[in-house]
């Protein structure tokens, strides 16, 4: 009897090991499999609903050449994470966020379609972004992959899209924004079914 009195008097000793011992590890292999910048793509989706392991899967059976990874990861999973989100290479938000978000994401002359002589022209016509957002931010710096009106869009299989047009933007401290790889997967993106 006296024994179980002890470990029960020591439980919560145990359990808060246990919840270091399960982060410590989480985070040490986080460290061991993750690849450097310069080769994954890192996605960030301002979305309500996203198969976000599945929808990496789907891209990176066409990853761009010198690609080892591409992340895909909701907002709320940057508090939980090493990464940090002003690195990451392309962000997809909704008309409302944009301007919240202004300075983490590339502007239409900030080479975001530089890379490998593209062009916005090459991009989606039908999503092509050319509104502009409330707020005196242009979203034409981005390319719209969701509207709302026609419920069309990119990658629709894998992404729960509110009721507003959502736009993809590449991100402005991107390391793939000189050598095209982010505006690659940004294509895969917005052509998705």
């Given at each position: 009897?006296?024994?179980?009195?002890?470990?029960?008097?020591?439980?919560?000793?145990?359990?808060?090991?246990?919840?270091?011992?399960?982060?410590?590890?989480?985070?040490?292999?986080?460290?061991?499999?993750?690849?450097?910048?310069?080769?994954?793509?890192?996605?960030?989706?301002?979305?309500?609903?996203?198969?976000?392991?599945?929808?990496?899967?789907?891209?990176?059976?066409?990853?761009?050449?010198?690609?080892?990874?591409?992340?895909v990861h909701?907002?709320?999973?940057?508090?939980?994470n090493i990464?940090?989100?002003?690195?990451?290479?392309?962000?997809?938000?909704?008309?409302?966020?944009?301007?919240?978000?202004?300075?983490?994401?590339?502007?239409?002359?900030?080479?975001?379609?530089?890379?490998?002589?593209?062009?916005?022209?090459?991009?989606?016509?039908?999503?092509?972004?050319?509104?502009?957002?409330?707020?005196?931010?242009?979203?034409?710096?981005?390319?719209?992959?969701?509207?709302a009106a026609?419920?069309?869009?990119?990658?629709?299989?894998?992404?729960?899209?509110?009721?507003?047009?959502?736009?993809?933007?590449?991100?402005?401290?991107?390391?793939?924004?000189?050598?095209?790889?982010?505006?690659?997967?940004?294509?895969?993106?917005?052509?998705?079914?």
């Open positions: 009897m006296r024994f179980l009195k002890n470990v029960f008097s020591q439980l919560h000793s145990f359990v808060l090991w246990l919840m270091f011992s399960a982060v410590f590890w989480g985070w040490i292999f986080t460290i061991v499999t993750d690849a450097p910048a310069e080769e994954k793509v890192t996605v960030y989706c301002y979305v309500s609903e996203i198969r976000d392991k599945d929808l990496a899967v789907a891209l990176e059976e066409n990853r761009p050449e010198g690609i080892r990874m591409i992340k909701p907002f709320d999973y940057v508090m939980m990464e940090r989100m002003e690195d990451g290479d392309i962000f997809i938000l909704p008309q409302s966020r944009i301007e919240t978000y202004a300075e983490l994401l590339a502007d239409a002359d900030g080479g975001a379609a530089a890379g490998n002589g593209m062009d916005r022209g090459d991009m989606s016509d039908s999503m092509d972004g050319s509104d502009t957002a409330g707020g005196g931010v242009d979203s034409s710096a981005g390319f719209r992959i969701y509207d026609s419920d069309a869009g990119g990658a629709l299989s894998y992404i729960g899209y509110g009721d507003e047009d959502y736009y993809l933007f590449l991100g402005a401290r991107s390391v793939h924004l000189e050598d095209g790889k982010a505006l690659e997967v940004a294509r895969q993106l917005l052509d998705m079914k």
